[in-house]
Nanobody, 124 residues
């Protein structure tokens, strides 16, 4: 079993920045590709960013490309999401997840382990 705990969310003004962290334990973190998803009220959970096991390949939703950066530190069993130029539309609960199957990073069905989420609110 793998445990994931997100942190770093909060209230930020439009144009501001946040860095989310996802600390993991219980399994071999470096074996898993990782992803970040988000879910806003009355919306479906959507893919934000993904990263392969080594960190050498990253993937982004079009809506965040150029503004968000996913990274990982396998020595610390942690994956990060740096979010710049935040917009009100980025307001959501952000989840990290470990990908256990499939080739599509954007498909939440390919992820078996999820954190509890951290709230990000972008508002003036």
């Amino acid at each position: 079993q793998m445990q994931l705990v997100e942190s770093g969310g909060g209230l930020v003004q439009p144009g501001g920045s946040l860095r989310l962290s996802c600390a993991t334990s219980g399994r071999l973190f470096s074996f898993y590709p990782m992803g970040w998803f988000r879910q806003a009220p009355v919306k479906e959970r959507e893919f934000v960013a993904g990263i392969n096991q080594s960190g050498g390949s990253t993937y982004y939703a079009d809506s965040v490309k150029g503004r968000f950066t996913i990274s990982r530190d396998n020595a610390k069993n942690t994956v990060y999401l740096r979010m710049n130029s935040l917009k009100p539309d980025d307001t959501a609960v952000y989840y990290c997840a470990a990908k256990v199957s499939g080739s599509r990073y954007y498909d939440p069905l390919n992820y078996n382990y999820w954190g509890q989420g951290t709230q990000v609110t972008v508002s003036s």
